[in-house]
């Protein structure tokens, strides 16, 4: 066996192969299904992962609004924002997102399990979240995600 043969390969932007998965959030716990979203866009599931390559797949999430959290997380957390101007923090606990806009949370959760750089923000477009259990992606006939 010569070990000098064996060449450790890189990803390349081209010859990347991505699939869609779709994810069913109901009555599932948000870090956990984040967790394991985060780790199909990044593309850790694959052996050809390169770390600086966009090689995950995409990801369909349905049924964001039936999403659950553990202990007193709907009313204790929040999610802060400002808007650069003095006053301008605003304090959102989960409740109220869920109220306005449900799948705010998902996508919150996933981002902040992404890298912080350019690379972080292409990846974030390759989740797509829906409220209800209709989504507009049937043309690229994604497989059904089995979470543990």
């Known amino acids: 066996m010569n070990t000098l043969t064996y060449k450790t390969i890189s990803a390349k932007k081209e010859s990347v192969e991505k699939n869609w998965w779709i994810v069913d959030a109901d009555s599932r716990v948000l870090g956990r299904v984040a967790s394991e979203v985060a780790k199909i866009i990044r ?16 990801v369909i999430v349905i049924n964001a609004e039936k999403i659950r959290m553990t202990g007193d997380k709907m009313n204790s957390k929040e999610y802060i924002s400002h808007s650069g101007y003095p006053g301008g923090q605003k304090r959102l606990s989960p409740k109220q997102v869920m109220a306005k806009k449900p799948e705010r949370i998902f996508e919150y959760a996933v981002k902040g399990m992404l890298p912080k750089n350019r690379l972080g923000r292409q990846l974030f477009k390759n989740l797509h979240v829906y409220a209800g259990d209709q989504h507009p992606h049937e043309a690229q006939n994604p497989k059904v995600l089995e979470l543990k």
Do not use: E, L
């Open 43 to 58: 593309g850790k599931h694959k052996p050809s992962f390169t770390p600086h390559i966009d090689c995950g797949d995409n």
